[in-house]
């Protein structure tokens, strides 16, 4: 399974921005497919997800704000990102989680910077 990111970048605070990622190789399903995303000197966390059952899982800091969404036939998912803080800026990673092989997946990632 191979993870291809694109979107991030620079934007003001209150701005937005929209991440994408598609996914290549054995994958059946994008249940278990999102983002994480990772500050320095702080620990990568999950940002929104499709959990197992299909249904998206947003973390409490972005509910309200980022959307995300999915292509089932193109095996992508899209993060809407809007109304952006300072404290959003953080390399974010597209992730997928294989609940049958229990295995995880990770894209390169692509760094979201929202100045104040």
């Known amino acids: 399974v191979q993870l291809q990111a694109s979107g991030g970048g620079l934007v003001q605070s209150g701005g937005s921005l929209r991440l994408s990622c598609s996914a290549s190789?054995?994958?059946?399903?994008?249940?278990?497919m999102g983002w994480y995303r990772q500050a320095p000197g702080k620990l990568r966390e999950v940002v929104a997800r499709?959990?197992?059952?299909?249904?998206?899982y947003y973390r409490d800091s972005v509910k309200d704000r980022f959307t995300i969404s999915r292509e089932d036939a193109k095996k992508a998912v899209h993060l809407q990102m809007n109304s952006l803080r300072p404290e959003d800026t953080a390399t974010y990673y597209c992730?997928?989680?294989?609940?049958?092989?229990?295995?995880?997946?990770w894209g390169r990632g692509t760094q979201v910077t929202v100045s104040s």
């Open positions: 499709f959990i197992s059952d299909g249904s998206p």
């Open positions: 190789g054995s994958i059946s399903s994008i249940n278990g």
């Open positions: 992730n997928y989680y294989d609940y049958a092989g229990k295995t995880d997946y």
